[in-house]
């Protein structure tokens, strides 16, 4: 079993950045396959991005302002979120599958969430 809790969303202006950070317990998470979804108010889990061992993979939305990170030390995993836009606005969750051995694009391939973080972009 996996707890993970998100932390970190807020408000912020366009243009701005937030870092929001995927605390784990229960189950080291070090190195484990973890991914980041968001999902706005009336829209389906859409995904940020992922990380698997020292690689990283973005969702064309995000790429090349968001970076994922992690601190094995801390047990954290990292979502730094750069030149935001409104349309970044959503509940952020942090997931991992059953074993932490696969990522996937796919919220279905996931086993363990975060409860979620907000973020509010405005313009």
């Known amino acids: 079993q996996v707890q993970l809790v998100e932390s970190g969303g807020g408000l912020v202006q366009a243009g701005g950045s937030l870092r929001l950070s995927c605390v784990g317990s229960g189950r080291t998470i070090n190195n484990y396959a973890m991914g980041w979804f968001r999902q706005a108010l009336g829209k389906e889990r859409e995904f940020v991005g992922a990380i698997s061992g020292r690689s990283t993979y973005y969702g064309d939305s995000v790429k090349d302002r968001f970076t994922i990170s992690r601190n094995n030390a801390e047990n954290t995993v990292y979502l730094q979120m750069n030149s935001l836009k409104p349309e970044d606005t959503a509940v952020y969750y942090c997931?991992?599958?059953?074993?932490?051995?696969?990522?996937?694009?796919?919220?279905?391939?996931?086993?363990?969430w975060g409860q979620g973080t907000q973020v509010a972009v405005s313009s």
């Open positions: 997931a991992v599958d059953r074993d932490g051995r696969v990522w996937s694009t796919l919220p279905s391939e996931y086993t363990y």
